[in-house]
């Protein structure tokens, strides 16, 4: 059974239009060509042609002609076999090397699609056609003329982008991702109500001089590295958090700010790099969900086997004992999908449904098991000194960073349906 399951991964290879044979057969060619090119070589050097057998008489510049082009083609049949088994790896696909060439060569191949419509039916649709095709020419009506599309019309003079910001989410290769990002809304200050994705588009038209440039441009977003002691970059600390304490926030200002080539992230080109990032953080937070869920949980037993009523242990109670197994339960489950999770990371086989499943169920488990280790302290429960209530709120915070429960549910909908439901 093995076997047969080999062989058919190895005939995939053979399957028309994936882009990999016709070099295959060429490289073998040109092997042949060098191969008869240093035979040729060596005949003439060592002065072995047969006498029974009249060969025609070739010059060393005829060899080393045979030999170069062999040579020659040897190259380009190497380089076109390589670039077309990697070129699917640089946009961070996961699955059977064959799989993924095959499904990155339908897409290149596919038919070419006009799509017009404006900025909520046309991404269902961009959504469904990019599955089968990379050929794909969106035409955005806007009409958008309220909330942040409206400001920025008017302040900037652009036209809206929120119709835009949908459907370039839409056409991304790490959509849910971009999703987050373009649909972030700021809720306070004077950026309250305005969407990153509409700020993003047009700053960049008035940094390329129009919004038919940005829009092009919105696909080459490179990453710095900004040193703290740079001309224009400001800092100031944000103090009063209730929650992660430990790490210390800051509200980061640019302003003028000029930073040099060598700064500059070689292998960072566009948003791909960064959600490449944010998939492996996001399974460090299913992490600290367990991290969190067990210090609460080790601070109420200990406080359980030390606090006294009737003249006995509350551990002995039944309902004490009902919260810690809850507890218990809550981690045990949490930090196995977690480890079943490093695992398909170590395997470099981790998807964005993985680490958003992995997130969801962990941080809902801890949100429980924090408060039942408060509930088990009573009135206790809230004071610093047995410090549950600093879980608590803590994990308030990791409950809603790297996605809130309903995102990484829809990414995880997604998978299973194969219908995206993120608007």
């Known amino acids: 059974m093995g076997c047969m399951t080999t062989l058919r991964a190895y005939r995939r290879w053979l399957t028309p239009g994936i882009g990999v044979k016709r070099w295959l057969i060429l490289l073998l060619l040109a092997t042949a060509i060098v191969a008869l ?211 210390q926030n800051a509200l980061i200002t640019l302003e003028g700010v000029r930073v040099p080539e060598e700064n500059r992230l070689q292998e960072a080109h566009s948003f791909r790099e960064t959600a490449n990032v944010l998939r492996l953080t996001r399974a460090g937070v299913a992490w600290s969900a367990v991290g969190c869920s067990r210090g609460a949980y080790e601070h109420a037993l200990r406080y359980a086997m030390n606090r006294t009523q009737f003249d006995k242990p509350i551990i002995e109670f039944q309902m004490v004992q009902d919260l810690l197994v809850r507890m218990l339960g809550n981690i045990t489950a949490s930090a196995a999908m977690c480890a079943r999770l490093s695992q398909l990371q170590g395997e470099d086989r981790m998807t964005d449904e993985h680490a958003s499943m992995a997130k969801a169920f962990c941080t809902v488990r801890m949100r429980e098991t924090v408060g039942w280790a408060r509930e088990l302290m009573g009135g206790n429960g809230i004071l610093l000194e047995h410090n549950v209530g600093r879980y608590v709120a803590d994990a308030e915070a990791i409950y809603s960073y790297e996605g809130t429960r309903e995102v990484n549910t829809l990414i995880v909908g997604r998978a299973i349906t194969g219908r995206g439901a993120i608007v």
């Open 37 to 247: 090119a240093l035979a040729m070589g060596i005949i003439k050097a060592l002065d072995l042609r047969p006498t029974a057998i009249r060969l025609p008489s070739v010059g060393w510049i005829e060899i080393a002609g045979i030999l170069l082009a062999g040579l020659g083609l040897m190259v380009w049949s190497v380089f076109r076999v390589s670039f077309n088994i990697i070129a699917p790896y640089r946009k961070h696909r996961r699955g059977a090397v064959v799989d993924v060439v095959y499904a990155h060569s339908r897409r290149h191949k596919g038919l070419k699609v006009v799509a017009i419509g404006g900025g909520t039916g046309l991404p269902s649709i961009l959504r469904g056609l990019k599955t089968v095709t990379g050929n794909i020419t969106a035409v955005v009506t806007v009409a958008d003329d309220g909330g942040s599309s409206g400001r920025l019309r008017r302040d900037m003079q652009v036209l809206p982008p929120g119709d835009l910001r949908n459907n370039i989410a839409a056409l991304a290769d790490d959509e849910s991702l971009m999703t987050q990002l373009f649909q972030y809304r700021f809720s306070n200050g004077d950026l309250g109500g305005h969407a990153f994705g509409n700020l993003f588009i047009s700053a960049l038209a008035g940094v390329t001089g129009s919004l038919e440039t940005a829009l092009v441009e919105t696909e080459r977003v490179l990453g710095f590295v900004v040193e703290k002691d740079t001309p224009g970059f400001t800092t100031v600390d944000i103090e009063d958090k209730i929650a992660l304490r430990a790490v």
